[in-house]
């Protein structure tokens, strides 16, 4: 199985949730409100779809993976680039997918099934550490010390003065 899949049951609920609240954009008349949330909405849609695809680049090219292996299939700890300010960035996107959607329509339906599906895609991750901890050891405790799992303003901070400190 796919390391990313093996979220198991949580991955196909936050999936299912996930095309649940796009139907749902379509189903549910959205609610006359302030349209600067829809373009806050629209914002951080597209840094979701980025932090998505780009981990994708990222394992190809800093991950060692074996050429008949799948994306996910690293060899050594990667920690640079988007790694060097979040963990977890393609389920940073996932998260704020669901925040967009929350954005564009802000029925009771949509913000109940987005924040069911953000807490499995943060269950996710938590259990990708543990994974992950497993694959590399104390490498991956001292790594989970110094990059948030997805807060992407305090890992910009910490790059930051990991940086100034340099």
């Known amino acids: 199985m796919k390391q990313w899949m093996r979220g198991g049951f ?3 609920v936050a999936s ?3 095309v649940l609240e796009y ?7 959205n609610p006359a ?3 600067e949330l829809r373009y806050a909405g629209w914002i951080i849609f597209a840094v979701g779809i980025v932090l998505i695809f780009l981990p994708r680049f990222v ?3 800093k991950g060692k993976v074996k050429k008949e292996k799948d994306w996910t299939e690293t060899t050594v700890l990667v920690d640079t680039g988007i790694y060097s300010v979040v963990r977890h960035p393609l389920y940073l996107g996932w998260l704020l ?3 967009a959607i929350i954005l564009w329509n802000r029925h009771w339906l949509t913000i109940i099934v987005g924040v069911s599906g953000m807490t499995c895609v943060y269950l996710i991750s938590r259990q990708e550490d543990q994974r992950l901890v497993e694959k590399f050891g104390d490498d991956y405790k001292r790594y989970v010390l110094s990059v ?3 807060n992407l303003l305090v890992g910009v901070i910490r790059l930051l003065r990991r940086r100034k400190r340099e």
């Open 16 to 18: 299912v949730l996930l």
């Open 23 to 29: 139907m749902l954009l379509w189903f549910l008349d």
């Open 10 to 12: 949580l991955f196909y």
């Open 59 to 61: 394992f190809r090219s």
């Open 33 to 35: 409100g302030i349209e």
């Open 148 to 150: 948030p799992r997805m």
């Open 97 to 99: 997918m669901y925040l």
